[in-house]
């Protein structure tokens, strides 16, 4: 009898024992599929600023108009600075910089900030217009920039500054910006 017991015992443990290996299986196969699920599928997210139109950032790409206000802003922190916002002005373009320029870029935005501190000096900018190449992640900006020393207008020149970026997942950063040299002009001789 004790026998038949422990046999009808055994019986019931192996039955629970295969019924939780077969949900641990049927779990472990769902949680594969979402897992791969979730990297395979396009992720988007929809930014709905004051825009002509709904900006859509994707894991395919930035859109064009996405790029162009990002560029907008951006361009505005970069070329807007006075003595009195100079750590304002370095943090916040930090910030939106990618890890893997942030190193040579805060040492150049340093040696701006020691130059800098401690003057009269405010620039700004003015755009007059702005192109950008969503493939290729870059964008250029031209207008006016406006050197002000003290309350003395110094100087006024018509610049291009170029602006690159890095895509990575739904994050858009800066990798690096600076000034369009203008192209040197073509002598004669080299015309013919």
Not at 52 to 58: D, E, G, H, M, T
Not at 59 to 69: C, D, P, Q
Request: aromatic residues 6%; charged residues 25%; hydrophobic residues 45%.
């Amino acid at each position: 009898m004790d026998s038949e017991l422990a046999h009808l015992s055994a019986q019931r443990v192996l039955r629970q024992r295969n019924a939780l290996a077969l949900a641990t299986l049927t779990l472990a196969v769902l949680a594969l599929g979402s897992v791969s699920l979730a990297f395979t599928r396009d992720r988007e997210v929809i930014l709905e600023p004051v825009a002509r139109s709904p900006l859509v950032v994707s894991s395919a790409g930035v859109s064009k108009e996405y790029l162009e206000m990002v560029t907008r802003d951006v361009a505005q922190l970069v070329l807007n600075r006075s003595p009195e916002t100079l750590d304002y002005w370095m943090n916040g373009i930090l910030a939106l910089t990618d890890e893997e320029a942030r190193g040579p870029l805060k040492r150049d935005l340093m040696k701006v900030v020691s130059e800098q501190q401690g003057s009269q000096i405010t620039q700004f900018f003015t755009i007059d217009w702005l192109r950008t190449d969503p493939e290729a992640l870059t964008s250029e900006v031209g207008g006016v920039l406006h050197t002000v020393a003290g309350s003395k207008d110094v100087s006024a020149e018509h610049r291009v500054f170029r602006f690159t970026w890095r895509y990575n997942g739904l994050s858009l950063r800066l990798a690096g910006f600076g000034m369009v040299e203008k192209a040197a002009p073509e002598t004669e001789a080299s015309a013919s």
